[in-house]
T-cell receptor, first 113, second 110 residues
Framework: GAGVSQSPSNKVTEKGKDVELRCDPI?????LYWYRQRLGQGLEFLIY????????KSGLPSDRFSAERTGESVSTLTIQRTQQEDSAVYLC???????????FGPGTRLLVL | GQNIDQPTEMTATEGAIVQINCTYQ??????LFWYQQHAGEAPTFLSY????GLEEKGRFSSFLSRSKGYSYLLLKELQMKDSASYLC???????????FGKGTTLSVSS
């Protein structure tokens, strides 16, 4: 079946602009995660959604970052007033439930000029 | 907090066996994952250890010792396509996040 999809694949933006990244999880997966991977660094957890429960936002680096998810479907990660240090690959993953294996999407490569 | 250490780079020859180690310091975790990531691609799941011991999956095996804070990924009969980064990750106790090491870049040569 279809895997996790993300859009856009690549995004170039100017410092100070807002960007919105989209994730379509695997159908039926209740858990959804966002991670960030900066060049030469490990993946950093950002946020976790599980069904209709309150999300775990403990990894969001600042209040410029926010994410939403409607039910068990699409999620969007929004970065407001982008900074150059936001340049990274943003990866989305989904899983069949909490504590289950996570399956990653191809990522969105964000470059902030 | 959690601290995960892996070697930055390793090299090996086609057909050989390589062991990639991962050590960690943590107050608690739910399980340990290994992912493979080819350059410019998404990480793909390789293995998951919850209990101590060896999990075997074809050419790949993963080992966990909670008492020693140690895991390894063993790759046998190396192929050129195994050249990639290998990521060690701990699942936090709540199961809401994976905490990743920086990864080990493996280069397989003929």
């Amino acid at each position: 079946g279809a895997g996790v999809s993300q859009s856009p694949s690549n995004k170039v933006t100017e410092k100070g602009k807002d960007v919105e990244l989209r994730c379509d999880p695997i159908s039926g997966h209740t858990a959804l995660y966002w991670y960030r991977q900066r060049l030469g660094q490990g993946l950093e957890f950002l946020i976790y959604f599980q069904g209709n429960s309150a999300p775990d936002k403990s990894g969001l680096p600042s209040d410029r970052f926010s994410a939403e998810r409607t039910g068990e479907s699409v999620s969007t990660l929004t970065i407001q007033r982008t900074q150059q240090e936001d340049s990274a690959v943003y990866l989305c993953a989904s899983g069949p439930g909490q504590k289950e294996t996570q399956y990653f999407g191809p990522g969105t490569r964000l470059l902030v000029l | 907090g959690q601290n995960i250490d892996q070697p930055t780079e390793m090299t090996a020859t086609e057909g050989a066996i390589v062991q990639i180690n991962c050590t960690y310091q943590t107050s608690g975790f739910n399980g340990l994952f290994w992912y493979q990531q080819h350059a410019g691609e998404a990480p793909t799941f390789l293995s998951y250890n919850v209990l101590d011991g060896l999990e075997e999956k074809g050419r790949f095996s993963s080992f966990l010792s909670r008492s020693k804070g140690y895991s390894y990924l063993l790759l046998k009969e190396l192929q050129m396509k195994d050249s990639a980064s290998y990521l060690c990750a701990l699942a936090n106790q709540a199961g809401t996040a994976l905490i990743f090491g920086k990864g080990t870049t493996l280069s397989v040569s003929s």
